[in-house]
């Protein structure tokens, strides 16, 4: 069971910026496809963006060119920049850990990323 913790949530104003990480055990980090998504209150859990095991990203239409996903394979880690916030963007926001490979889809607790108006 591969554990996945988020943190870096926090309040920001509108057109802030605020990076949230996302920590994955196990010692074959560096296969797991990585994911961000986020349900605001009343919505369905949506995907935000991606990075593959090879480092490509794919972004939501509604974040790209604003949010930008990144890995950090030695420290298990992936960290999801966001910027230019949008009253859109408020939610919990989850990572998952996923590969096929190995039979794994993990996802975290979620960090809380409010936007104060």
């Known amino acids: 069971q591969v554990q996945v913790v988020e943190s870096g949530g926090g309040l920001v104003q509108p057109g802030g910026s605020l990076r949230v990480s996302c920590a994955a055990s196990?010692?074959?980090?560096?296969?797991?496809?990585m994911g961000w998504y986020r349900q605001a209150p009343g919505k369905q859990r949506e995907w935000v963006a991606s990075m593959t095991n090879s480092g490509t990203t794919n972004y939501a239409d509604s974040v790209k060119g604003r949010f930008t996903i990144s890995r950090d394979n030695d420290k298990n880690t992936v960290y999801l920049q966001m910027n230019s916030l949008e009253p859109d963007d408020p939610a919990v926001y989850y990572c998952?850990?996923?590969?096929?490979?190995?039979?794994?889809?993990?996802w975290g607790q979620g960090t809380q990323v409010p936007v104060s108006s």
């Open positions: 998952n850990a996923r590969s096929e490979l190995l039979n794994i889809n993990s």
């Open positions: 196990g010692s074959m980090f560096r296969l797991y496809a």
